[in-house]
């Protein structure tokens, strides 16, 4: 499958997603986690400065604009926005983040749309667990991804309670759009922390897909999720007293530095907003999509 995968790349596709195979992913990402935390006074404030510049990051809508006040670059990049920055649309459903929509659509039977055609299962995405596969056979899936200069917080799609989280251990590939291309099963490989709901529009999942430098990812119920990085298969229950209600909206989780999230949702629970397409940007807050009854 991987040969046949390859084979429909372009050459340029090839040339950047070929290292990625050979670089020490694990070292990198471990490398970049503790220099993301350094408070180096100056030194800190001029890569954020450089960072800003680079990626064209709109600090005007950040509720602390001046660049000099974050003490390390993770406090930078995790940054809330102004009050009022992101309105939430009048919608069953709202964009969970900034960023850009990489794929939705119906899921075929279990299988998810990565690129070009090739899928990857929904089993395979939330660890192996066949059982809560099944609820969202022939349902609906979005994959956005969050590019170095979005903002960086996750929030809800929909009022949820939360149920399970589960840390699936994975490799750590980028998931820019060029690997999106390039690795097969991408977001069943990487690195993922796989949260599921129970809403009125019935169950969902929000999964967190790592990638190379993502130092961490994080959750506001639990905090750092990764590091550490065991190596299996972690999972965590949310019943009676420790059972979490969020809302449409509030925040949920933060990545540190740029990657994907994916979420999944039951036959029939929605129809999604008729203006998005793939690579078209989104903002947290827009309208998603709407109940389909």
């Known amino acids: 499958m991987a040969g046949r995968f390859f084979e429909t790349m372009t050459v340029s596709d090839r040339l950047a997603v ?13 490398l970049a986690g503790r220099l993301a935390s350094a408070e180096a006074g100056g030194l800190t404030t001029a890569v954020i400065r450089w960072f800003v510049g680079r990626y064209k990051v709109n600090m005007a809508e950040a509720a602390q604009p001046d ?21 939430l649309a009048d919608a069953d459903f709202a964009c969970p983040v900034d960023g850009a929509i990489s ?54 799609p929909c009022a949820g309670k939360l149920t399970r989280m589960i840390y699936v251990p994975g490799a750590l590939f980028s998931v820019n759009p060029t690997t999106a291309r390039g690795v097969p099963g991408l977001f069943a ?4 922390v796989v949260c599921v709901f129970e809403s009125e529009f019935g169950p969902f999942v929000l999964t967190l897909v790592g ?68 690579a078209r940007p989104v903002r947290m807050g827009e309208a998603m999509a709407a109940r389909a009854y």
Not at 18 to 30: I, N
């Open 18 to 30: 070929l290292p990625q195979y050979l670089l020490p992913k694990q070292a990198l990402t471990a």
């Open 67 to 87: 660049i000099a006040a974050y003490k390390s670059f993770n406090e930078f990049f995790t940054r809330p926005l102004a009050e009022g920055a992101r309105p």
């Open 103 to 156: 794929q939705f659509g119906a899921i075929e039977r279990d299988q998810i749309f990565q690129a070009k055609g090739h899928t990857y299962s929904t089993t395979a995405l939330v660890g192996g667990d066949r059982e809560l596969a099944a609820r969202f056979e022939n349902g609906h899936f979005a994959t956005l991804y969050l590019s170095p200069r979005d903002y960086h917080r996750i929030h809800m």
């Open 189 to 192: 490989r990487n690195e993922r």
């Open 211 to 278: 990638a190379t430098i993502v130092g961490s990812m994080a959750t506001t119920w639990h905090g750092v999720i990764n590091p550490p990085r065991p190596g299996v298969v972690r999972e965590w229950r949310y019943e009676g007293d420790n059972s979490i209600a969020l809302q449409k909206g509030q925040e949920m989780g933060r990545f540190l530095l740029g990657s994907t999230i994916v979420m999944l949702f039951p036959k029939d629970a929605l129809r999604f907003n008729a203006e998005w397409a793939p």
